[in-house]
């Protein structure tokens, strides 16, 4: 079992920015890779960054340039910066863990979410 708990999140003012942080517990030699995904009122979940055992990053195209996810590999924890943040970044973000569970069966679990509000 992995457990994911995030920080950061806050109120910014348009072009500003936050650093959102995601500290993994428990079996965390089975996690294969972690990633931010975001969630805005009536809109589907997506995926903002993402991040690989061996280190590959990969970005939605409306965060690139802007965004950057790392790690922590000591602290077993992985980060987003955000940069230059728009109001349409508005959303509650979420620290997702993919991983081998039992059996070896691929499992993934999330945070319980932290509220980014960017104003205009």
């Known amino acids: 079992q992995v457990q994911l708990v995030e920080s950061g999140g806050g109120l910014v003012q348009a072009g500003g920015s936050l650093r959102l942080s995601c500290a993994a517990s428990?079996?965390?030699?089975?996690?294969?890779?972690m990633g931010w995904y975001r969630q805005a009122p009536g809109n589907k979940r997506e995926l903002v960054a993402g991040?690989?055992?061996?280190?590959?990053?990969n970005y939605a195209d409306s965060v690139k340039g802007r965004f950057t996810i790392s790690r922590d590999n000591a602290k077993n924890t992985v980060y987003l910066q955000m940069n230059s943040l728009k109001p349409e970044g508005t959303a509650v973000y979420y620290c997702?863990?993919?991983?081998w569970g039992e059996g070896g069966l691929p499992a993934d679990c999330w945070g319980q979410g932290t509220q980014v509000t960017v104003s205009s």
């Open positions: 997702n863990a993919s991983y």
């Open positions: 428990g079996s965390i030699f089975s996690i294969n890779a």
């Open positions: 991040i690989t055992k061996g280190g590959s990053t």
